[in-house]
């Protein structure tokens, strides 16, 4: 009875092991590492780095170095990110120094590992310039941006029966991104006026991390009302051709937005219940997102 036990436990404990892999998708998925973030940014451990006790002296610079990590299959180009400080640390009067920077070429992961290069962007040094009669302590902030298109690999069933519709949007559909398809639902096929085939589906586009869409590269770093829509578009591409809403606008309160689309030109002699490449792209906009920030400590 006691071997039983523990075999039963050590079952479970694999189980409940294998349950925490969040991050890699199962077997047989499009994207075999998935995840909420294209490009992931932090400042770099130790530039900057200092204590109550391990200050900075006024004048005395400081190593701002903010490290980019690619988490996409593929590379990311020079300059389809950008980087700078933010806060105290880019105003004058408090800081000099700061500067708005780009990324270098961005290794792609490990396909079969996921491990990932990171690359690193130098913002400074800054050093502080403004009134110091003791010590204190300033927060350093920052943020980043980058436009990179997001490809979904999704399925389309051309079928006229619905028992014979199977999963259109499978895990590992998405790629590593902020913004994804979150959901997808078909029709079965129909006879359009012309004889041929029409398909209707709905795709789900939402925002699910914590930064912002903004219209481009160019809109980086910019004030915005606070009234603004994010806005980007969509291109869909299968076997037969597709068209969607043009207007693509998220909702203020959840980010998501409901965008319907149509296939025609369907051949009705050539339906059956395998499922048929779908390849979703959501594109022209950037993505704005905050750095963690530091803390560091000044004095006289």
């Known amino acids: 009875m006691r071997k039983i036990l523990i075999f039963t436990l050590l079952i479970s404990v694999l189980l409940l092991l294998s349950g925490c892999q969040q991050q890699t998708t199962s077997t047989g998925s499009y994207y075999k590492y998935t995840g909420l973030k294209a490009i992931s940014a932090k400042f770099l451990e130790g530039s900057p780095t200092s204590s109550e006790?391990?200050?900075y002296q006024k004048g005395e610079n400081i190593d701002i170095i903010i490290e980019l990590i690619n988490h996409l299959p593929e590379e990311v180009e020079v300059g389809q990110a950008k980087v700078r400080l933010t806060g105290d640390a880019a105003i004058t009067t408090f800081f000099t120094g700061a500067q708005e920077k780009t990324n270098p070429r961005l290794l792609s992961i490990n396909t079969d590992t996921g491990v990932a290069t990171p690359e690193e962007v130098e913002t400074g040094p800054i050093r502080f310039v403004?009134?110091?009669t003791t010590k204190i302590s300033k927060k350093i902030t920052g943020q980043y941006c980058y436009?990179?298109?997001v490809k979904i690999k999704a399925n389309l069933f051309?079928?006229?029966?619905?028992l014979e519709i199977g999963t259109n949007l499978p895990a590992g559909s998405n790629p590593p991104s902020s913004v994804q398809i979150v959901e997808l639902q078909q029709q079965t096929v129909n006879i359009g006026t012309d004889g041929k085939g029409e398909l209707r589906f709905k795709v789900t586009i939402k925002n699910i991390g914590q930064g912002t869409i903004i219209p481009g590269l160019s809109d980086c770093f910019k004030y915005r009302e606070t009234t603004a829509r994010e806005e980007l578009k969509l291109k869909a591409a299968a076997g037969y051709p597709i068209t969607c809403d043009d207007e693509i606008k998220l909702s203020r309160t959840d980010k998501s937005k409901v965008v319907d689309c149509k296939v025609t030109g369907i051949d009705m002699a050539n339906l059956g219940p395998?499922?048929?490449?779908?390849t979703l792209t959501?594109?022209?906009f950037a993505y704005e997102e905050d750095l963690d920030p530091v803390t560091i400590w000044l004095e006289p």
């Open 274 to 278: 395998d499922a048929s490449e779908l």
């Open 282 to 284: 959501l594109s022209d």
């Open 147 to 149: 436009s990179i298109p």
């Open 158 to 162: 051309y079928t006229n029966k619905e």
């Open 130 to 132: 403004g009134d110091l």
């Open 53 to 55: 006790i391990d200050t």
